[in-house]
C-alpha cells in the first residue's frame, strides 16, 4: 500500500484555538489519517506549534514571562486540547525545535548558493528607547480609518484594513510604549521569488488539477499577480536565527528568520523530531525526498494559508534545488463563522476549543464540524444548528437505534446474541443496500469530501433504523420468535459494522459500540464489500452488555444555557 505523508497547517502558539481553527486543518487531517490507516495504508500525521514570531514575544511580555516558557506552556495547552479531540497525530511537534532550527537554516544557506536569497537594505522603525529596530507588528497608534487606538503597524484588528506602520497616528512601541521613533536603514535577506515564478507556475500546472478548486484557484491568483521577492527575515529575540557562518554582519545584528519562512519548513523539522525519538526504526528523510515515489503528501488547511503552501513554500523548496517531497493535493477550506461573523481569539468571539470539551465530549463536536464543514462556501455555527444535528443524527440515528436493539434482545433474549432464522429476503436487501452506502462512504473519504462522507455515514447508520421499522420485532416476537431473533442479530452486526466503519469521525464512541460484544478475535480494521452483505460478524452466542447512553438529546435548556455563555443571534 501507499505510504501517505498528513500535515495540516500549524496552530499559532498564541492562545487555544477556536472551532473554525479545528475543522479547518486539525481534525479533517485527523479523519483523513484515520480512515487510510484502516484501509490498510502507511500513514504518517505531522502537526506542530508555529511558535515564532511577534505575536509569541508580546504575548509572553504580557504574562510576564520568557518567551521560550510561554512557548512551552502554550504548546503543552495545545497539545493537551488536541489530546481531548482524539486528534492522533504520529507526532506534534514545535518550530522552536533544534530540529527546525537546523533544517530551516541549511535551506537558507542552499537557496543563497544557488542565487535566490539576497541582502537588501530596507528603511524601517527604529526605537530610540528600546534600542532596536521594530517590526511592524512592534509598532501600535491609531487607525487613520476608524480611529482605534491599538492598531498594529500592519494591520487593524478594528476594522481591518492593512496598514503600514507609517500610517497610524501617534505610532509607539508595543514593548516600551515610547513614541521616540525613527525611520533608519537596516538590512534583511530576501527570497527572490520572481526569480522562481516561472518554475512555481510549472509545478502549480502539474498538479494542481488535483486539488480542490478553492485551492487551485488562489494559487493560480497569486501567479497571476506575480510573484514578489519578500523578506525572509526580522528583528526579533525569538525565532531562528541567521546563521552566522553565512551572513555574518546579519547575524551579529541579531536578525532571525521571518515566521513564514521557517513554519513549513516545520513540517520537515516536527518528522525529524519524530524521527529522532526513534531513529533506528524510523527515518525523515524517506518521508520527505523526492526519490521516494511512493509517498503521497496532503495538506489540510484553512483558505488564509493556501499561498503560503501553494507558492511561497513551494518555492523555498525549489531553489533548494535538492529533492524535497511536495505536496500532491492541498484540500482548503473556507471559514466556519459564529452566527455569520468570524471567530475571533483575540477578541474572544465564539467556542473555543477548550471550552467546547468542557461542554460535551469531543464525538458530538468531530461529527458536527465534519458534518458541516466549510468546503463549498463559508458555513456558520449556530446553537440551533448543532443541538438539532446532535439530537437527530447522533441520539436519534444513532445513539437510540444502539440502545433499543440491545436493550430489547437482552430483555427478551439475554445477553448473548440470539441465533434466531436463516437471513431472508429483507436481510438481503439490507446487505446490498449496506455495500452501496458504505461504496459511498468510501468514494467521499478517498475524494476528501468530508460532508458527503459525513452524509453516507448518516445515512449507513438510517438504514438500520429503516430495516427495524420495517421488521418491527417488537411485534414479530408475537408470532415468530425466531424471526424477531433474526432481525435483532442483523441489527446488532449492523452495530459492529458502525463501529468499524464510523471510528475516523466518532472514535470514542466507535470503541465503546465495538465493546459492546465479547468478540475474542475481533481484529477487523475496514468492512469489505461481502462482509457489508453479509453482515454475520457478531455470530450468534457472542455475549454482548448494554453501553451508557451513548449521545445524550441536548434540552432547550441546553440551549439557552449556551446561548447565554457564548453570545447568539440575538447578541
Not at 478548486?213 to 529575540?237: F, Q
Given at each position: 500500500m501507499a505510504r501517505h505523508l498528513i500535515t495540516s497547517a500549524l496552530p499559532y502558539i498564541n492562545g487555544i484555538k477556536h472551532l473554525g481553527n479545528m475543522v479547518g486543518s486539525m481534525l479533517p487531517a485527523d479523519v483523513y489519517s484515520r480512515y487510510l490507516r484502516q484501509r490498510g495504508h502507511n500513514v504518517l500525521y505531522i502537526c506542530a506549534t508555529d511558535e515564532h514570531g511577534t505575536p509569541a514575544e508580546l504575548a509572553a511580555k504580557e504574562q510576564g514571562l520568557p518567551v521560550a516558557e510561554f512557548c512551552a506552556q502554550a504548546h503543552d495547552a495545545q497539545k493537551a486540547v488536541y489530546d481531548g479531540f482524539s486528534l492522533a497525530f504520529d507526532h506534534f511537534g514545535r518550530s522552536s525545535s533544534p530540529q527546525n532550527r537546523e533544517i530551516t537554516q541549511e535551506i537558507a544557506r542552499e537557496l543563497k548558493a544557488n542565487g535566490f536569497i539576497e541582502e537588501r537594505a530596507i528603511r524601517q522603525v527604529y526605537s530610540v528607547t528600546d534600542g532596536r529596530f521594530l517590526p511592524d507588528r512592534y509598532i501600535i497608534g491609531t487607525?487613520?480609518?476608524?480611529?482605534?487606538?491599538?492598531?498594529?503597524?500592519?494591520?487593524?484588528?478594528?476594522?481591518?484594513?492593512?496598514?503600514?506602520?507609517?500610517?497610524?497616528?501617534?505610532?509607539?512601541?508595543?514593548?516600551?510604549?515610547?513614541?521616540?521613533?525613527?525611520?533608519?536603514?537596516?538590512?534583511?535577506?530576501?527570497?527572490?521569488?520572481?526569480?522562481?515564478?516561472?518554475?512555481?507556475?510549472?509545478?502549480?500546472?502539474?498538479?494542481?488539477?488535483?486539488?480542490?478548486?478553492?485551492?487551485?484557484?488562489?494559487?493560480?491568483?497569486?501567479?497571476?499577480?506575480?510573484?514578489?521577492?519578500?523578506?525572509?527575515?526580522?528583528?526579533?529575540?525569538?525565532?531562528?536565527?541567521?546563521?552566522?557562518?553565512?551572513?555574518?554582519?546579519?547575524?551579529?545584528?541579531?536578525?532571525?528568520?521571518?515566521?513564514?519562512?521557517?513554519?513549513?519548513?516545520?513540517?520537515?523539522?516536527?518528522?525529524?523530531?519524530?524521527?529522532?525519538?526513534?531513529?533506528?526504526?524510523?527515518?525523515?528523510?524517506?518521508?520527505?525526498?523526492?526519490?521516494?515515489?511512493?509517498?503521497?503528501?496532503?495538506?489540510?488547511?484553512?483558505?488564509?494559508?493556501?499561498?503560503?503552501?501553494?507558492?511561497m513554500f513551494p518555492a523555498t523548496q525549489l531553489g533548494t534545488r535538492s529533492p524535497w517531497k511536495k505536496v500532491d493535493v492541498i484540500k482548503a477550506f473556507n471559514w466556519l463563522n459564529y452566527y455569520g461573523g468570524k471567530f475571533s481569539t483575540s477578541q474572544r468571539r465564539g467556542v473555543f476549543t477548550h471550552d467546547a470539551l468542557e461542554i460535551l465530549p469531543a464525538d458530538y463536536w468531530r461529527y458536527f464540524m465534519m458534518a458541516n464543514a466549510p468546503e463549498s462556501d463559508d458555513s456558520s455555527f449556530t446553537w440551533e444548528h448543532f443541538t438539532a444535528t446532535v439530537n437527530k443524527d447522533l441520539a436519534d440515528t444513532l445513539g437510540n437505534f444502539v440502545n433499543r436493539v440491545l436493550s430489547f434482545s437482552k430483555k427478551r433474549f439475554g445477553d448473548e446474541v440470539p441465533a434466531g432464522s436463516a437471513s431472508g429476503e429483507a436481510e438481503a436487501k439490507l446487505g446490498t443496500e449496506i455495500a452501496r452506502l458504505l461504496a459511498e462512504y468510501e468514494e467521499q473519504m478517498e475524494a476528501l469530501q468530508f460532508r458527503k462522507a459525513a452524509a453516507a455515514l448518516r445515512a449507513l447508520w438510517s438504514a438500520g433504523n429503516s430495516y427495524l421499522e420495517e421488521k418491527a420485532p417488537w411485534l414479530e416476537i408475537k408470532t415468530d420468535m425466531d424471526g424477531a431473533a433474526l432481525t435483532l442479530r442483523t441489527a446488532m452486526n449492523l452495530i459492529h459494522l458502525y463501529a468499524v466503519v464510523s471510528e475516523p469521525f466518532i472514535p470514542a464512541t466507535a470503541k465503546v459500540m465495538r465493546e459492546a460484544f465479547a468478540l475474542a478475535d475481533d481484529t477487523a480494521t475496514w468492512v469489505t464489500e461481502a462482509e457489508a452483505k453479509a453482515l454475520d460478524a457478531v455470530p450468534a452466542g457472542t455475549p454482548f452488555t448494554i453501553p451508557p447512553v451513548l449521545f445524550a438529546k441536548l434540552t432547550d435548556d441546553d440551549l439557552a444555557t449556551y446561548k447565554e455563555r457564548f453570545g447568539g443571534a440575538d447578541e
Open positions: 487607525c487613520p480609518h476608524c480611529g482605534y487606538d491599538k492598531a498594529r503597524g500592519d494591520q487593524c484588528e478594528n476594522c481591518t484594513r492593512v496598514l503600514d506602520p507609517t500610517d497610524l497616528i501617534e505610532p509607539r512601541s508595543a514593548i516600551s510604549g515610547s513614541s521616540d521613533l525613527e525611520i533608519r536603514e537596516t538590512k534583511h535577506l530576501f527570497l527572490l521569488q520572481s526569480a522562481l515564478a516561472g518554475e512555481v507556475e510549472a509545478w502549480v500546472d502539474e498538479r494542481a488539477d488535483n486539488w480542490p478548486v478553492l485551492a487551485s484557484s488562489i494559487a493560480r491568483k497569486w501567479l497571476t499577480e506575480g510573484l514578489h521577492d519578500r523578506a525572509i527575515t526580522r528583528d526579533l529575540d525569538w525565532g531562528v536565527p541567521v546563521p552566522a557562518d553565512t551572513w555574518p554582519d546579519l547575524a551579529a545584528d541579531g536578525k532571525v528568520f521571518y515566521v513564514w519562512f521557517d513554519a513549513p519548513i516545520e513540517y520537515i523539522g516536527s518528522t525529524k523530531e519524530w524521527a529522532d525519538q526513534d531513529p533506528e526504526n524510523r527515518d525523515w528523510r524517506s518521508w520527505w525526498w523526492e526519490s521516494d515515489a511512493d509517498v503521497h503528501y496532503t495538506q489540510f488547511m484553512g483558505k488564509d494559508n493556501v499561498p503560503f503552501h501553494s507558492v
